[in-house]
């Protein structure tokens, strides 16, 4: 019975949660990016961050949580919650195991997004045996 509400729960609770981190850049963003370390020199640089961080995250946002109201959308939706926490995972791994370029922060970000794809691959597992 809870398996049933598990992928369409996971995709409301992960739109929300880059609703948020969209929201976060759109009210302070230099906060966000200062706490992230990331420095600009150049207007372009910040037109550029900006649109990563509010932008792809609000897409993202509105994708998650449209597949979690439709049904026949819930597994493109988990597909992509996966790769999108594989390939998050990934590049981080490479800046923190191999540059050792982090801070506590990103570390607590690194560990929120293998936590966000194991329950995407657990989603889509349920999912899959659900139908």
């Given at each position: 019975?809870?398996?049933?509400?598990?992928?369409?729960?996971?995709?409301?609770i992960?739109?929300?949660?880059?609703?948020?981190?969209?929201?976060?850049?759109?009210?302070?963003?230099?906060?966000?990016?200062?706490?992230l370390e990331?420095?600009?020199?150049?207007?372009?640089?910040?037109?550029?961050?900006?649109?990563?961080?509010?932008?792809?995250?609000?897409?993202?946002?509105?994708?998650?949580l449209?597949?979690?109201?439709?049904?026949?959308?819930?597994?493109?939706?988990?597909?992509?919650?996966?790769?999108?926490?594989?390939?998050?995972?990934?590049?981080?791994?490479?800046?923190?195991?191999v540059?050792?370029?982090?801070?506590?922060?990103?570390?607590?970000?690194?560990?929120?997004e293998?936590?966000g794809?194991?329950?995407?691959?657990?989603?889509?597992f349920?999912?899959?045996?659900s139908?």
């Amino acid at each position: 019975m809870a398996t049933r509400f598990l992928p369409p729960a996971l995709l409301i609770i992960n739109g929300l949660l880059y609703a948020w981190v969209a929201w976060l850049f759109i009210s302070a963003p230099l906060t966000w990016f200062r706490a992230l370390e990331i420095s600009w020199r150049a207007s372009a640089g910040f037109t550029e961050l900006r649109a990563a961080y509010i932008g792809l995250m609000a897409a993202l946002a509105v994708f998650f949580l449209l597949c979690a109201w439709k049904r026949s959308w819930q597994m493109p939706g988990l597909a992509m919650m996966a790769v999108s926490y594989i390939t998050l995972v990934a590049s981080r791994s490479w800046g923190i195991l191999v540059e050792q370029a982090y801070n506590t922060l990103i570390l607590q970000i690194y560990i929120a997004e293998w936590f966000g794809l194991l329950l995407s691959l657990l989603a889509i597992f349920v999912a899959r045996r659900s139908h």
